[in-house]
């Protein structure tokens, strides 16, 4: 870690954000993350106290970096590099609570025999 601060993308990769450094990089040039509100490139050094906005899927995730680290260090570790602000926290539970509200989600896959023929059985009602 040198003086300045650290890459972002270093950073990223460390706090196990992302797998790899080149995909934390990918996400930072197509303007997933932002520090300080503003757009930034992946060279851009991070220091403690900064925030970061990352977009996360659909999932939009605000943070203060709370440490630097050059090393991905195991997840209890690279917790410790930053703190989730209360209202991402906030609304992480609310579009949680909204899903939830939703329903369960389909359990997918192929039908079954018995779901087949149910389905050629209605299908053949219909044509006649």
């Not at 991905?72 to 570790?77: C, E, G, L, M, S």
């Not at 602000?85 to 609304?91: K, M, V």
Request: net charge positive; charged share 30%; proline share 5%.
């Amino acid at each position: 870690m040198s003086a300045d601060g650290e890459r972002i993308d270093k950073w990223l990769w460390a706090a196990r954000f992302y797998k790899t450094r080149s995909l934390a990089k990918a996400a930072v040039d197509g303007g997933h993350v932002h520090v300080n509100g503003t757009r930034v490139k992946p060279a851009r050094m991070l220091h403690p106290g900064d925030t970061l906005e990352i977009t996360l899927g659909t999932r939009k995730v605000t943070l203060t970096v709370a440490g630097l680290s050059e090393r991905r260090d195991p997840a209890p570790v690279a917790q410790l590099l930053y703190a989730e602000t209360p209202e991402s926290l906030a609304r992480a539970e609310a579009e949680r609570a909204q899903r939830l509200a939703q329903g369960p989600a389909r359990q997918g896959g192929r039908p079954t025999k018995r779901d087949r023929r149910l389905i050629h059985r209605f299908n053949e009602s219909g044509d006649t």
